[in-house]
């Protein structure tokens, strides 16, 4: 799956473009993706602070295509999550990059980092699974 | 004891009014109950939260933020004296695809308070269909209290 076709997915689901990312990486297990900050992702208006939802969000959008590069046609159905909020997410750009720690006949477990300034300062990290039947 | 004061309603009310930009202001969250016991929400559907074409399916992320959110809520109702509050983690199970396009309910409260710490859980319908719940969560955020709450900070303009 090239990064152009999972990326033309993408801005064609109705949720992705009010998140606004793109995939900037994509192989075997991994994804890698970048969202552009928009005032609708705001938690905490006066710090303009990302909401936490918004972060889950961008997370579970790219575990799962970490999951299922061909989403379009059957997406992978998330079970559930855990997240870690480590750091507030300010005003900017926000990356996320999954990895599939398990991917069985049935189920996968999708470990996710995000960060701004420094992957080494995470934003959160989640734990996501998916059911894939 | 579940009765709460008139000058916390109106406080309340200036909180959500206050979200005049962001994710809060953009779900467009109606208060339906609100006690220290616990909160309930109406979210409307909204089109831009869904996955599929025919706009149907929500994004499991929303009903995540949506959780978020209305913990947060549920703590500034039951907390006295809460000035900031910041989500440590959460937890979300999906239990049925969100499929529909009716309205949105919740229902969270806040089960355990310390000075430091809050613990929430919450649950999440289609309304109409509470006996078909298609998420439950539960959060714990960390608090810090003071004389400014961060609502009066929003009001003011001013970080707090």
Not at chain 2, 86 to 93: E, G, I, P, S, Y
Not at chain 2, 99 to 111: G, L, P, T
Request: glycine share 6%; with cysteine.
């Amino acid at each position: 799956m090239d990064l152009q076709t999972v990326n033309a997915n993408v801005s064609r689901v109705p949720f992705f473009r009010f998140l606004n990312f793109e995939v900037q990486s994509l192989d075997n297990l991994h994804a890698a993706a970048e969202m552009t900050f928009e005032s609708r992702h705001i938690g905490n208006p006066v710090m303009e602070y990302y909401h936490g939802g918004i972060i889950a969000s961008l997370m579970e959008a790219i575990a799962a295509i970490a999951v299922r590069p061909d989403f379009a046609e059957a997406p992978a159905k998330p079970i559930n999550l855990t997240v870690d909020y480590l750091r507030p997410a300010v005003k900017g750009p926000l990356y996320a990059c999954a990895n599939v720690t398990r991917k069985g006949k049935r189920i996968a477990s999708v470990s996710v980092i995000s960060w701004q300034t420094a992957r080494e300062k995470p934003i959160a990290e989640g734990l996501y699974h998916f059911l894939l039947v | 004891m579940s009765d709460i004061t008139q000058k916390k309603r109106e406080q309340i009310a200036q909180m959500w009014n206050a979200r005049g930009k962001g994710l809060i202001s953009h779900m467009e969250l109606e208060i339906e109950e609100v006690s220290t016991e616990g909160v309930k929400v109406r979210m409307p559907f909204n089109p831009d939260f869904c996955v599929d074409r025919e706009q149907t399916l929500l994004h499991g992320g929303i009903l995540t933020a949506l959780l978020d959110s209305v913990f947060g809520l549920a703590n500034f109702v039951a907390i006295e004296g809460v000035s900031t509050m910041a989500t440590l983690d959460l937890r979300v199970d999906y239990l049925r695809p969100a499929h529909s396009r009716a309205d949105i309910i919740v229902r969270a409260h806040c089960f355990r308070q310390t000075r430091h710490i809050a613990f929430n859980s919450g649950s999440i319908w289609f309304d109409g269909h509470e006996d078909a719940e298609i998420a439950r969560g539960s959060a714990s955020f960390a608090l810090t209290h003071g004389e400014t709450s961060m609502f009066e900070a929003i009001r003011k303009g001013k970080a707090s």
